[in-house]
């Protein structure tokens, strides 16, 4: 079974970067891949950016086009999401998820394409 461990959230000013991190155990981390999805209070959750099993494509959504950037590291069974020039609406719990199929990834990003998530980590940003 897919474990998905977030970490690096936190607290920042708008303008300032983070970046979180998603440790992935329980199967062949290099084989799928990975995506970060957002959920603020209130709202639906929201595609962030996904990454195919060996990195060489990408997809993000419009809202963080330009700021964010997905990369992983596949002997370290982890993901990221550099974030950059933050703003207060990029505020909310930030999931890591973890494709059903294996070799498979599609560019126009579906949530259903997901089959493990992750407990989530926090990140604020203030004005």
């Known amino acids: 079974q897919v474990q998905l461990v977030e970490s690096g959230g936190g607290l920042v000013q708008a303008g300032d970067s983070l970046r979180l991190s998603c440790a992935s155990s329980g199967r062949t981390f290099s084989s799928y891949a990975m995506g970060w999805f957002r959920q603020a209070p209130g709202k639906e959750r929201e595609f962030v950016a996904a990454i195919s099993w060996n990195g060489g494509s990408t997809s993000y959504g419009d809202s963080v086009k330009g700021r964010f950037t997905i990369s992983r590291d596949n002997a370290k069974n982890t993901v990221f999401l550099q974030m950059n020039s933050l703003k207060p609406e990029d505020t909310a719990v930030y999931y890591c998820?973890?494709?059903?199929?294996?070799?498979?990834?599609?560019?126009?990003?579906?949530?259903?394409?997901?089959?493990?998530w992750g407990q989530g980590t926090q990140v604020t940003v203030s004005s």
């Open positions: 998820a973890s494709y059903r199929d294996s070799n498979w990834f599609r560019v126009v990003v579906r949530s259903l394409d997901f089959g493990s």
